[in-house]
């Protein structure tokens, strides 16, 4: 299993971000993917999930000002991150369960992007 995260950066509060994450080395339609989000000295939280039905789930958090999306043809998850906070500076883990179901413990994470917001 890989993920490989990019998109991250600097971005002014009220701004907007579209995140990518490359998978490889499993059957990509099959399962859930997701994305959580860790800031230093905390564990990870959970902020997004898109299910093998194409269901999607969203954190209180973020709900309304993130969307997620996958494009099996190019075995790829987004997050769009829109109206961006302070509050949503972190690094952003793409990740898997290899469950179709549920995303649970972040069994499988990519390497994370970066994301600032601040003016």
């Known amino acids: 299993v890989q993920l490989v995260e990019s998109g991250g950066g600097l971005v002014q509060p009220g701004g907007s971000l579209r995140l990518s994450c490359a998978a490889s080395?499993?059957?990509?339609?099959?399962?859930?993917m997701g994305w959580a989000r860790q800031v230093p000295g905390k564990g990870l939280e959970w902020v997004s999930s898109i299910y093998s039905d194409g269901r999607t789930s969203y954190s209180n958090s973020v709900a309304g000002r993130f969307t997620i999306s996958r494009v099996y043809a190019k075995n790829t998850v987004y997050l769009q991150m829109n109206s961006l906070k302070s509050e949503d500076t972190a690094v952003y883990y793409c990740a898997t369960d290899l469950n179709p179901s549920y995303l649970r413990s972040f069994r499988y994470r990519g390497q994370g992007t970066q994301v600032t917001v601040s003016s």
């Open positions: 080395g499993f059957t990509f339609v099959n399962y859930a």
